[in-house]
């Protein structure tokens, strides 16, 4: 089995409703593919993904789980990483802690999604409306071992270019004292 992760808070915003669409599509190429969903959320929250991952026809491909500490160990796991947000994503650190972890992304180009994701260098960014892209970006991914390798490589590279702590620190530091 492979291994798609979703870290984010069980909010509408984040995409859970269409990363289960897409799953729909995925499964249907990859069968033995699985969704791995972790965040926090109240239990309302919670129970609306529920009822949507029970609605789904790949119902036995999403797993859903609370928040977890572990955040390496999964993306250790993990083949890709999926950041689906609708609306108002600030920056997309889970997509920067995969990169850290040469782990491919596959974004929205939602708010400072794309700022942080090169298309086409460490994964995709893909319209936040385009099912059908997003699922093909993902199978392309999970079905080409050295693009997933190339990927994750070239996102760890970026990470180390743009944003370790200590080069983010000098950039702030270096506006600051313009």
Do not use: W
């Not at 689906?84 to 180009?109: D, H, I, K």
């Amino acid at each position: 089995s492979q291994i798609i992760l979703m870290l984010g808070v069980y909010e509408p915003r984040k995409g859970h409703d269409f990363i289960i669409q897409v799953m729909e599509q995925v499964v249907e190429v990859l069968p033995s593919v699985h969704l791995l969903i972790c965040g926090y959320g109240s239990k309302e929250e919670i129970q609306v993904v529920e009822n949507l991952r029970l609605s789904s026809r790949v119902a036995k491909h999403i797993h859903l789980n609370e928040h977890r500490t572990d955040v390496h160990n999964l993306l250790a796991q993990a083949e890709v990483l999926v950041v689906p947000s609708q609306s108002y994503e600030s920056f997309g650190y889970t997509a920067l802690e995969a990169m850290c972890c040469r782990v491919p992304v596959v974004v929205t180009n939602v708010g400072g999604l794309p700022e942080v994701v090169k298309d086409e260098v460490c994964g995709y960014v893909v319209n936040p409306r385009n099912v059908e892209s997003f699922a093909n970006r993902l199978i392309k991914i999970l079905c080409d071992n050295d693009l997933r390798y190339r990927m994750g490589e070239q996102g760890r590279q970026l990470y180390e270019i743009n944003f370790t702590a200590d080069r983010m620190a000098r950039k702030y530091a270096n506006l600051i004292c313009k």
